[in-house]
């Protein structure tokens, strides 16, 4: 699987008529000039978490995360079938001490960028925090208890280029993993039937993927953005409108802010990077999804879809 270079995953989308307003329960509120989105998509501030919710799993599968992050801590989802450190499939999944997810670019349980390469595999990171950030606006320090995000690599720390060959098989780990959510901000225009079958499996066991519809501006289906798994999100500016980069076409379900998105970098537990593109749209319409969800637990996902759009 192919996916341009750097801005990471380059992709396609329509021209976006709807723009996501999440949860319009809260006025506006004053933000810093770096966090517009919060205030475009108007988070509801002091939700309750009830004593026995259960956190949503969300699968980011990217280039890696950078789990030292301060963004991210206690955040990062721990598989609770796996012993740490005793070099044993405990699980019996096929992936030994996959204790934070696993690296399908190096085949191993390291899912953190390599350090020497740190500003190259930034974008796993950039977009975990936004999904962070905005539960913490909702949810305060109990933002924990809300979501929790399982790191899927499927970038070798070797890779000459951003492309995400084994990016299918981090879907498929998400699936089998128990993940409720699977984020994939990238895209490719043709799908082979073996990936098909991975996304068919996606819809049958009703777990949604949130895909980014692209960063070229063209009309034309993007995938997994354009399988009926996915919601599909392009990008709009701070004036609401699409960005022109963002990719269109009758496939996309949806906009969200994707520019000028400032999150954490990959670089440092403590830095931040300004970025745009529908990677960062895609993480904002995931979170609203987890929040919306642990909102209202007894919707199904195609209802909490139509409710974004």
């Not at 595999?121 to 208890?145: L, P, V, W």
Request: proline letters at 7%.
């Amino acid at each position: 699987m192919k996916v341009p270079p750097h801005p990471l995953f380059l992709m396609h989308s329509i021209p976006c008529l709807l723009t996501l307003t999440l949860l319009l329960l809260s006025p506006p509120t004053s933000y810093a000039e770096d966090s517009w989105y919060l205030q475009d998509i108007r988070i509801p501030g002091n939700l309750n978490v009830s004593p026995d919710t259960t956190p949503l799993t969300i699968a980011i599968v990217d280039d890696g995360i950078r789990l030292t992050h301060q963004t991210l801590q206690g955040f990062i989802w721990t598989n609770p079938r796996e012993i740490p450190g005793n070099r044993r499939d405990d699980d019996g999944n096929g992936h030994i001490d996959d204790i934070h997810g696993w690296d399908f670019g190096d085949n191993d349980p390291d899912v953190a960028a390599p350090s020497h390469r740190t500003a190259d595999f930034y974008h796993g990171t950039h977009i975990a925090s936004i999904i962070t950030r905005i539960a913490q606006e909702a949810y305060g320090k109990e933002a924990t208890k809300v979501l929790q995000i399982m790191p899927i690599k499927t970038l070798s720390d070797a890779s000459p280029t951003t492309y995400l060959k084994q990016a299918y098989s981090g879907i498929e780990y998400a699936l089998e993993n128990g993940a409720d959510i699977i984020l994939c901000a990238w895209g490719q225009n043709v799908i082979s039937p073996h990936d098909q079958a991975i996304l068919d499996k996606a819809l049958d066991l009703n777990i949604p993927i949130i895909a980014a519809s692209g960063n070229i501006p063209e009309e034309r289906e993007q995938f997994p953005a354009a399988h009926p798994a996915a919601i599909s999100v392009c990008a709009h500016d701070e004036l609401g409108q699409k960005t022109a980069t963002s990719t269109y076409g009758g496939f996309v379900d949806l906009s969200a802010p994707g520019e000028n998105i400032t999150a954490a970098s990959s670089t440092t537990d403590h830095s931040t990077e300004t970025h745009s593109g529908t990677s960062q749209a895609t993480a904002i319409v995931t979170a609203a999804l987890a929040i919306l969800k642990q909102q209202h637990p007894d919707h199904t996902w195609t209802q909490l879809k139509a409710a974004l759009i």
